[in-house]
């Protein structure tokens, strides 16, 4: 017989079986799912935190002034935005109502970054006094360079609303004094309604 006789026959199956995974492969495996869930929970736990980018600031970031400001801010925007015409000049008194009708002045840099947010608008100003802006009583009383005073109350405390009273004055037949009901929403502040009677005349 030649030499391909002697030949074994031919075994069923495939040509190859693959070797069996190794104890140090399956550990691998094992230990990195074991990080994946535990990255997992890590962000579930951080909650809201986990949203956040490096170097983006968060509400609890701003500090006392920032948030008086963004609060100021959208109060002034909103009754500038429901006056019939926009008004040359926005003034501002420099001072708040408090709980016991003594004013308290708004901090400087209150007053900056206010100047800041609003920088769109009409040129805005702090006056210490109504009498700096008011015209004559013989000619209405209005507010001087077409413009409209504002007089804000003090910022109260809460995360995520409060109420500011606020008024607008233009002349002795153009004034309105209410109460907003101001959300936060990220680090601004919106206008969403008013509280109580709306006082107009």
């Known amino acids: 017989m030649g030499a ?3 030949r074994s026959p031919p075994r069923d199956g495939p040509a190859s079986i693959a070797p069996a995974p190794s104890r140090s492969c399956y550990k691998y495996g094992v230990m990195r799912r074991f990080a994946l869930v535990l990255g997992l929970l890590a962000l579930v736990a951080c909650g809201e935190r986990a949203s956040v980018q490096p170097g ?8 006392r002034h920032e948030r008086q400001a963004f609060v ?7 009754l500038v935005s429901e006056m019939p015409s926009e008004p040359r000049r926005i003034f501002v008194l ?9 004013p308290v002045l ?14 769109l608008l009409p040129r805005l100003k702090f006056v210490s006094e109504r009498g700096e802006v008011i ?10 360079n077409d413009g409209v005073l504002i007089t804000l109350g003090p910022v109260p405390s809460g995360r995520d609303q409060v109420r500011v009273r606020a008024s607008r004055y233009e002349g002795n ?14 680090l601004r502040w919106q206008v969403e ?9």
């Open 4 to 6: 391909d006789s002697r």
């Open 56 to 63: 983006q600031l968060r509400p609890q970031d701003l500090t």
């Open 72 to 78: 100021y801010a959208a109060a002034i925007r909103h």
């Open 94 to 102: 420099d001072h708040a109502g408090g709980s016991a009708g003594d």
């Open 106 to 119: 708004i901090p400087i840099e209150v007053q900056d970054r206010v100047r800041e947010e609003l920088a």
């Open 135 to 144: 015209g004559p009583a013989a000619r209405g009383a209005r507010v001087r």
């Open 173 to 186: 037949l153009g004034s309105t004094s209410q109460t907003l009901e101001l959300r936060r929403h990220g």
């Open 193 to 201: 309604g008013t509280a109580g009677a709306v006082t107009t005349s």
